[in-house]
């Protein structure tokens, strides 16, 4: 009988597995916390209306420099980023803050949304796919955050610090050196980090465009998560079907 190779999923995290924007909010709050009250107040409302409403904000601004700022943010994480540069915050004080909202993430006070329908069908799959999580998410705090969701059993690797998207080229490249293509599907919000890796090398993809930035194309693309379980599950059942063993 011929050896089996399982397929895998490789999903990110932030923005896939859970949705909220209480953490990205925190980070936000306490990057702004830096600069003078009014530079803040705006600093914060500038960060409001790329949250509403994507890159469709830079139509509404009169600053060509903040629309180009807009524009080219890939989501919440990347806009407090560059609003930090374009002030000229100390990158000190801004991986101060990002890991002062991981540790917000682990209190009850901070709001998670956990997207059950993507979390109950990785569930469904398992055994037949491997689920994996790769995240830029340092793993100080990782497993108690993934406990505090109730996922600390739902994945078959973890690779926390993934250093994506160069570190997710290099995993991709090491899992795929004796598989096709087709037995790996990436999923995730930002598609430079999770969309790209995989595409380059012909894998499925899945798309999630919160902020409508159609930055690419992908194998399936859609705002929610729970919009891509229907071509996940095609992919599934093809590769799957395409890796039962042979007698």
């Not at 990057?31 to 139509?59: K, P, S």
């Not at 901070?110 to 059950?116: I, N």
């Not at 469904?124 to 059993?153: K, Y």
């Not at 919009?227 to 042979?246: E, Q, V």
Request: aromatic letters at 6%; glycine letters at 6%; charged letters at 25%.
């Amino acid at each position: 009988m011929a050896e089996r190779q399982q397929p895998v999923i490789v999903s990110d995290f932030d923005g896939t597995v859970y949705r909220s924007d209480d953490p990205i909010r925190f980070y936000a709050r306490q990057v702004a916390g830096a600069l003078d009250r009014a530079e803040a107040v705006r600093f914060l409302d500038v960060f409001e209306r790329y949250l509403a409403e994507g890159t469709a904000a830079a139509d509404g601004s009169e600053d060509p420099a903040e629309a180009a700022l807009l524009r080219a943010a890939e989501d919440g994480w990347s806009v407090v980023q560059a609003l930090a540069d374009g002030h000229r915050i100390d990158p000190a004080t801004v991986q101060r803050a990002f890991l002062a909202s991981r540790v917000h993430m682990l209190d009850e006070a901070c709001w998670l949304d956990p997207v059950e329908p993507l979390i109950d069908l990785y569930a469904q799959l398992r055994g037949e796919v491997r689920i994996v999580l790769a995240t830029n998410s340092p793993a100080e705090g990782l497993a108690p955050l993934l406990a505090r969701m109730g996922l600390a059993d739902a994945f078959d690797e973890v690779v926390p610090g993934a250093a994506k998207p160069a570190g997710l080229s290099r995993w991709i490249g090491a899992n795929l050196a004796d598989r096709p293509a087709e037995l790996l599907l990436s999923i995730g919000d930002h598609y430079r980090n999770d969309i790209e890796p995989a595409a380059a090398v012909g894998a499925a993809t899945g798309y999630i465009d919160r902020f409508g930035r159609a930055d690419g194309p992908a194998t399936a693309t859609a705002d929610r998560a729970e919009d891509l379980l229907p071509a996940l599950t095609a992919w599934a059942h093809r590769a799957t079907s395409r890796t039962a063993p042979s007698i």
